[in-house]
């Protein structure tokens, strides 16, 4: 596990989006080599952890800013402009502290989140390679350790963002008597090991890969229970995909000005043009102009999102229209802003023209993230929810809403 020097503690979201863009200005100029290279933004993360942001939804109960999901979506969106992949590797970490806030003991508030305020990261083991998610399958089991009150862990996750860079590795999984949990494993800890084998085209740093568990000893109080089932109102769901829909309008602002930086500094006007300059011929303007509108829509409808969610949790007691209604607005703003953060980044080369296509320049690395992160979730399914509510009345429920 990485030392920490005491991360401080943000005091709201106007600070934690400001300590956002400081780290996204230094982080920007070095995405597109660590994209070429593969690299894990390590030193990058560990900044991160540095800077406060990981704390900043913690309750203020436990000592945290208790930021709410307007500024923590921009946060995201800020840091996703500069790299994608470090946006991306924070997602879960979130996920797992809002876990934690909803199901987690007094002592493993205190324990945990404490861990985080001082700057740790957790990173993410949840989905698993050949099981049905839709029956819940799990090849993953926590067995009881005879004479302890520890358990044994053993198994393979897939995608596991961040991990294999993190403090704390989050480990979905079931206990012996088949109630989902979460097993907080500390880096470090014997049998849990990471695979170098996330080869994805896109969203290189995310260091997505295997995470391998053999005989991880696992202490009863870093056992945390799953807090959601099917049937209960949440917001829970909702909030996570609102950060992906963050990422995406990242990435969409990020391709935007890196075409318009491209058009006016290196594109020649076409043969047939009557302007001197490809940045002044009328169409192109136009063309861009549209894509402009097609962005500001995708932050619009996040920000619109991300308003939706804190209404629906402001009240003491969770009420299912303001439950349907954040649900619905995440699920048009994660279709809208997936499809612009894809045709922004296509877009761009249709602007910039074919020497935009070098490698040297790195342009291709907006859609190659876009694509990859997009495919997480169909949209095809949030089009669906959106559609179903309109004609039938049918109020959105499911993991992913």
């Known amino acids: 596990m990485t030392a920490h020097p005491v991360a401080p503690v943000l005091a709201d979201g106007a600070e934690a989006v400001r300590v956002a863009s400081e780290l996204a200005r230094r982080f920007a100029p070095g995405a597109r080599d660590r994209d070429r290279n593969r690299a894990v933004p390590t030193a990058e993360l560990q900044e991160v952890a540095a800077s406060g ?45 809002r876990v934690l806030r909803d199901r987690g003991t007094p002592a493993q508030q205190e324990f945990l989140l404490g861990e985080v305020l001082r700057g740790a990261r957790f990173g993410n083991a949840m989905a698993e390679r050949g099981v049905d998610r839709r029956k819940g399958e799990t090849s993953t089991s926590l067995r009881a350790l005879p004479g302890t009150t520890d358990l044994r862990l053993d198994g393979r996750k897939y995608y596991t963002t961040g991990a294999s860079t993190a403090d704390w590795v989050p480990v979905k999984t079931r206990d012996p008597d088949g109630v989902d949990v979460v097993a907080f494993v500390r880096q470090g800890t014997p049998g849990l090991s990471f695979g170098d084998d996330w080869t994805a085209l896109g969203q290189r740093g995310t260091h997505s890969g295997s995470t391998l568990l053999t005989d991880v000893r696992v202490p009863v109080e870093q056992i945390v229970r799953w807090p959601y089932d099917g049937a209960e109102l949440r917001t829970a769901g909702a909030a996570g995909q609102l950060l992906h829909a963050a990422i995406d309008v990242g990435i969409a602002e990020s391709a935007l000005a890196a075409a318009a930086e491209y058009v006016r500094t290196r594109t020649r006007a076409y043969a047939d043009s009557p302007w001197e300059r490809a940045a002044d011929e009328h169409h192109l303007i136009n063309d861009v102009g549209r894509q402009t509108v097609q962005v500001r829509a ?20 969770l009420e299912a229209g303001k439950v349907a209604e954040a649900s619905l607005a995440v699920a048009a703003a994660r279709a ?49 929810h959106l559609g179903n509510h309109v004609l039938n009345g049918v109020a959105p429920r499911g993991p992913l809403l």
């Open 53 to 97: 942001l990981l704390g900043i939804t913690v309750p203020r109960a436990y000592g945290g800013a208790a930021v709410g999901h307007r500024d923590l979506a921009d946060v995201f969106r800020v840091l996703a402009v500069a790299d994608a992949s470090i946006s991306q590797v924070l997602q879960n970490h979130f996920v797992f502290v």
């Open 298 to 317: 995708a932050r619009a409808l996040l920000e619109r999102a991300a308003d939706a969610v804190d209404a629906a949790e402001a009240d003491p007691v």
């Open 336 to 384: 809208f802003t997936a499809e612009t953060a894809v045709t922004t980044a296509s877009e761009l080369f249709s602007y910039a023209g074919t020497s935009a296509t070098d490698e040297e320049h790195g342009l291709d690395r907006f859609w190659r993230d876009a694509r990859t992160h997009t495919l997480h979730d169909p949209t095809r399914w949030k089009y669906h």
